[in-house]
């Protein structure tokens, strides 16, 4: 699309909001970040940050969203535990409230940013296309089912006057993440880590800038009745890694020991299992240091066929992976986050 957009990136002073709204802000766009707290690193760009509860200020949503050419829901509640009642008012009721906001102010475009977990069995997803792999009819954690429950409310809302389409980009990866390596490096220098599993899975992750990157390709196609439109699409760098070979990289680079010692899959959903028991019945803070989902994501396959998200809308890898991983120690190292 040759003109500016005008768009607004709710969840935009997240790891992956942020990267949105700075590749929206180089090629000109006008962009409004609406999160619970406002954010000076995007108003640095030259965005506008707004504070709004996404759960409760349905007006002041609907008047942020006048004249907007599309948004960019992208705000969640991550994380493996916590109570079903929260995941689901922050992840689906808050993703009805920006969807009927959009209706109601004419919006013509969302584009959702969803997870590869929402349509996760379990069980091994090795170069799965998005018809092979169907919502399940039962979820290992609140967070994917809200996430599936959200996303499908997104893509049934999709119709000559509002287009919508779904990424879900998996494991999100880079520079500035807030959650997923620094707690892995963290439990890695401690020597709390075990491969679990033969350590051989391959996974597909997402370098931040590339995620960001296809959601800004599927905006800019996304129109009624275009390919994309009412259509949710994995998201991933174009080689799936060989999960366990790729954290002892990132700690080997980094002055973390690698990770050698070993439990079983079966142990580990087990040992799992009872934890998750006890942090119900004991009404614990914190989450359990492993669960049955987490057991899972770290011993299956889980990648993905990219054809559709190419053929609908020109995804590509932006930032190759010898880059991205430079990219990513560097920033490790001037962070402090490795060993000594």
Not at 58 to 70: N, T
Not at 100 to 110: S, Y
């Amino acid at each position: 699309m040759g003109d500016e957009m005008n768009a607004v990136v709710t969840g935009g002073g997240g790891f992956l909001g942020q990267r949105i709204v700075a590749r929206l802000r180089h090629r000109g766009d006008a962009v409004t970040v609406v999160s619970r707290n406002r954010y000076p690193a995007v108003e640095a760009m030259g965005a506008t940050s707004v504070s709004v509860d996404l759960t409760e200020d349905s007006e002041a949503l609907v008047s942020l969203m006048d004249g907007v050419d599309v948004v960019f829901h992208v705000a969640a509640l991550a994380g493996i535990w916590g109570k079903r009642e929260t995941f689901f008012s922050i992840n689906t009721e808050g993703t009805r409230r920006v969807i009927e906001a959009c209706q109601r102010a004419g919006v013509p475009r969302l584009v959702y940013t969803g997870s590869p977990s929402a349509t996760w069995s379990g069980e091994n997803e090795a170069g799965c296309t998005e018809a092979e792999c169907p919502y399940p009819e039962t979820f290992l954690a609140h967070y994917p089912a809200s996430k599936a429950a959200a996303e499908q409310l997104v893509l049934a809302a999709n119709c000559p006057e509002f287009a919508t389409t779904s990424l879900r980009p998996h494991l999100i990866w880079g520079p500035d993440d807030p959650h997923l390596l620094p707690r892995l490096l963290a439990r890695g220098r401690q020597g709390r880590l075990r491969i679990v599993g033969e350590g051989k899975n391959q996974v597909g992750i997402t370098f931040v800038d590339n995620a960001a990157h296809a959601h800004i390709l599927a905006a800019d196609a996304l129109a009624p009745g275009s390919a994309n439109a009412g259509k949710g699409y994995f998201i991933t760098d174009d080689v799936p890694v060989v999960l366990w070979d790729w954290i002892n990289e990132v700690f080997s680079r980094s002055g973390v020991a690698p990770v050698t010692k070993k439990i079983s899959a079966a142990r580990a959903e087990w040992a799992g299992g009872v934890l998750e028991w006890i942090w119900r019945m004991g009404h614990l803070s914190g989450e359990p240091p492993m669960t049955r989902f987490v057991a899972r994501q770290l011993s299956t396959d889980h990648h993905y066929d990219l054809s559709a998200a190419r053929q609908d809308f020109g995804y590509a890898q932006l930032v190759a992976d010898d880059e991205a991983f430079e990219k990513l120690i560097d920033w490790i190292k001037a962070e402090g986050l490795g060993g000594a």
